[in-house]
């Protein structure tokens, strides 16, 4: 069986909240995270809306070191120290310990180091100057420059390790510190992930056709999944945080307790029978979503609230298919439904934690918060689960257990069932 | 310029790559980059890079290799700020 792992701690930068009260009043009220992006209009971008944290620099200067603090470009560095620092605090720790954490360890998720800081390496070089890069260009092109930075800065010696799995990176992570834990190999794991979308990136997913653009005049109406006027997703920056930890050890020192991770599961459909590199397999979907069932021994039934990944393109329709058969239940028997990014867009590698921070805060509080823009929803979906499991405004609601998929490129699923803590 | 002014000048590039802002303020030719200062070795190179930029000079390797106290740091700087006068 293993250790039960609980979770203890809380961090968030969010296009609609940089901290979790914040961000926790945004959810509960439907605030969109959406802007107009003036730059993409001048850069020809068929999607000129973005979700994208209100992060300045200033707001780190507490969370290191000033020497450390200049010289840092990578954004989504900067993104990932805050929200895991954070949660490091909300679990009721210091951030400097003298002595290194042996029990401790970090698996912290991005997709493609900051590009404004690749940018800057090549322009340098190619120039000839590669002479005045200096000496913090390296730890920040580094794909594990966010975990070597937080892992620095709480003095973290158990696993640190830097995962990369498109979309379904921020959910493999926290699974991934999960399985440590449960299987006695550390007794804390600071778990996450972070992205920061750049204009490189942004041109990429524009370039393929999959994004948003027949909202640039209505921001906020931008990033509709389930929705039949959706055109494409919405890109989203920042990053979410956990702090998980073995239950004895976290009741030996007295720590609040938000839920409990169950069990989880990852896989991939292998990129046949439906499934490719950028369209995930029906077939693994669905043995993902069962086995994480079974890691967490519960019932399908029990399942209160779906945290889909429901980006908002023509896959929307097939994630709602595959739920209903891996849970089999549809009509009014299926859970409620919901996605985050109708109110922040799509943060890539850093959608899986961010909605897995708001999917705890669901389980806290007891609510469901609002689907964003779904006055029109599919009529597939609506077939098959029904109109009453697509709330558009907040249902407050007893949820004893949620389930969080992420769905990447690669054909890569990932599958997390938290629960309520219950002392048996 | 002379070692009392160079000195002043090299307080302003020294400034962000050390914590103990209170040794700053009181150094002297004989104050340790590394030990005194507690600067990360690695940003030694970022120091010659400022210093460069604002001395209007080049450090070549074998000059940027005596730089590990102030003393040696002026010592370097006048040399190369004669050699471009």
């Known amino acids: 069986m293993g250790n039960r792992v609980v979770i203890t701690g809380l961090g968030i930068v969010s296009p609609n909240g940089l901290n979790i009260p914040d961000f926790l009043h945004a959810i509960q009220n439907g605030i969109s995270g959406i802007r107009f992006v003036p730059e993409y209009e001048d850069l020809k971008f068929n999607c000129q809306v973005s979700g994208m944290p209100e992060f300045e620099w200033e707001q780190l200067r507490n969370y290191i070191t000033e020497t450390s603090l200049y010289g840092l470009k990578g954004k989504g560095i900067a993104y990932g120290i805050k929200a895991a620092l954070d949660a490091w605090t909300d679990a009721g720790n210091e951030i400097v310990s003298e002595d290194?954490?042996?029990?401790?360890g970090c698996v912290f998720g991005s997709s493609v180091a900051d590009t404004d800081v690749i940018k800057n390496a090549i322009t340098r070089v190619d120039a000839r100057e590669s002479k005045k890069l200096g000496s913090r260009v390296v730890e920040q092109i580094m794909n594990s420059g966010v975990t070597a930075y937080i892992s620095g800065r709480l003095g973290l010696g158990n696993k640190i390790i830097n995962n990369s799995a498109a979309c379904?990176?921020?959910?493999?992570?926290i699974l991934m510190g999960y399985e440590y834990i449960k299987f006695g190999m550390a007794k804390r794991m600071v778990v996450?992930?972070?992205?920061?979308?750049?204009?490189y990136v942004f041109g990429g997913f524009d370039s393929m056709r999959v994004l948003s653009r027949k909202f640039n005049n209505e921001p906020e109406r931008a990033s509709r999944p389930m929705s039949a006027s959706a055109g494409g997703f919405v890109p989203g920056s920042g990053a979410g945080a956990l702090i998980l930890e073995d239950l004895e050890?976290?009741?030996?020192?007295?720590?609040?307790?938000?839920g409990e991770l169950k069990g989880g599961s990852t896989n991939s459909g292998g990129q046949k029978n439906g499934g490719s590199m950028t369209a995930p397999g029906p077939e693994g979907v669905i043995r993902c979503i069962k086995e994480a069932i079974a890691d967490a021994n519960i019932s399908a039934d029990e399942i209160d609230l779906v945290s889909g990944h429901?980006?908002?393109?023509?896959?929307?329709k097939l994630e709602i298919q595959n739920w209903v058969k891996a849970l089999g239940r549809s009509g009014d028997d299926f859970p409620m439904v919901n996605s985050l990014k109708s109110m922040v867009g799509h943060s890539l590698s850093a959608a899986g934690s961010i909605e897995t921070v708001a999917a705890v805060l669901q389980l806290k509080h007891n609510f469901i918060h609002p689907n964003l823009n779904l006055?029109?929803?599919?009529?597939?979906i609506l077939d098959i689960i029904g109109a009453n499991n697509l709330p558009t405004t907040k249902v407050e609601k007893v949820i004893n257990t949620v389930a969080k998929a992420n769905f990447g490129f690669g054909d890569v699923n990932s599958c997390l069932i938290i629960s309520k803590y219950n002392n048996n | 310029m002379?070692?009392?002014e160079i000195l002043s000048e090299l307080k302003k590039v020294l400034a962000p790559y050390t914590e103990s802002k209170e040794m700053l303020a009181g150094i002297n030719e004989e104050t340790d980059l590394i030990k005194d200062l507690k600067i990360n070795s690695a940003n030694l190179v970022d120091i010659i890079i400022d210093a460069e930029a604002q001395y209007?000079?080049?450090?070549d390797f074998d000059a940027a290799e005596k730089m590990y106290n102030v003393g040696n740091c002026i010592d370097v700087i006048s040399e190369k700020i004669n050699k471009t006068a």
């Open chain 2, 2 to 4: 002379d070692r009392k």
């Open chain 1, 168 to 173: 379904a990176t921020g959910t493999q992570s």
């Open chain 1, 100 to 104: 290194t954490l042996w029990e401790t």
């Open chain 2, 56 to 59: 209007n000079i080049e450090i």
């Open chain 1, 192 to 199: 996450g992930s972070c992205e920061y979308v750049d204009r």
């Open chain 1, 310 to 316: 429901l980006t908002a393109t023509i896959a929307d």
């Open chain 1, 375 to 380: 006055e029109d929803p599919i009529p597939e």
């Open chain 1, 249 to 258: 050890f976290a009741l030996a020192r007295g720590a609040k307790i938000y």
